[in-house]
């Protein structure tokens, strides 16, 4: 099975910028469409980012379009996501997930096709 861990999260002003990583191991890395979920306190986990292991085609929500960007190195088991021009709307626990095989398109902006989980990283971003 596939098992991630996310790093990367904390604190940091409004306007600023943080890398999330997520190194993945066992399985294969290389054929799971990869992304990255988020959930803030009394709200439900909501979709933020995802990239295909083929062409590396990646999706994005509204709220963060412009502003972040998912990529991976297949090489390494890793992905990453780079957000930039944070508000303190992006404040949440922010996870990384691993969808099943030859899932793609719109499915991958949903939780239910993802098979396996990170523990996630708090990012909090203050005013």
């Known amino acids: 099975q596939v098992q991630l861990v996310e790093s990367g999260g904390g604190l940091v002003q409004a306007g600023g910028s943080l890398r999330l990583s997520c190194a993945a191991s066992?399985?294969?890395?290389?054929?799971?469409?990869m992304g990255w979920f988020r959930q803030a306190p009394g709200k439900e986990r909501e979709f933020v980012a995802a990239?295909?292991?083929?062409?590396?085609?990646?999706y994005y929500a509204n709220s963060v379009k412009g502003r972040f960007t998912i990529s991976r190195d297949n090489a390494r088991n890793t992905a990453y996501l780079q957000m930039n021009s944070l508000k303190a709307e992006d404040t949440a626990v922010y996870y990384c997930?691993?969808?099943?095989?030859?899932?793609?398109?719109?499915?991958?902006?949903?939780?239910?096709?993802?098979?396996?989980w990170g523990q996630g990283t708090q990012v909090t971003v203050s005013s």
């Open positions: 997930a691993a969808a099943r095989p030859s899932t793609s398109g719109a499915a991958l902006t949903t939780p239910y096709e993802y098979e396996y």
């Open positions: 990239i295909t292991w083929s062409f590396s085609i990646t």
């Open positions: 066992g399985g294969t890395f290389s054929r799971n469409a």
